[in-house]
């Protein structure tokens, strides 16, 4: 999206290059060579964005696949410290009623 935003700029400002040096008053001869020069620093810079933005994205890109993995793992080492609480519960409910079994024997 930022690239195209990118073209369509380039596109306007060439326009404005075109009408600035047709309404200057320089002489004929030299409006196409200034044209040329102008649009040309102009695609230069374009293209220079152009990379920049590609360069950002690639670097701040991050695979679909490798965050669901990485969720995947979250999620499991959860589960897991899940299931070791659970038995510790239901291990110390297990003492528990053993005590109290053995209390009310006495």
Known sequence: LVLLALVCLNFYLEKKIYQFVLSSDHPEHLHMELVLAYVG???????CVGV?????????????????LQVLQQLRETHKSLQ??????????DEKKLEDHQLDGK
């Open 84 to 93: 070791e609480a659970l038995q510790r519960a239901e291990r110390l409910a």
């Open 52 to 68: 920049c933005v590609l360069l950002l994205v690639c670097a701040r890109y991050r695979d679909p696949v490798q965050q669901s």
């Open 41 to 47: 620093m102009l695609r230069r810079l374009s293209v």
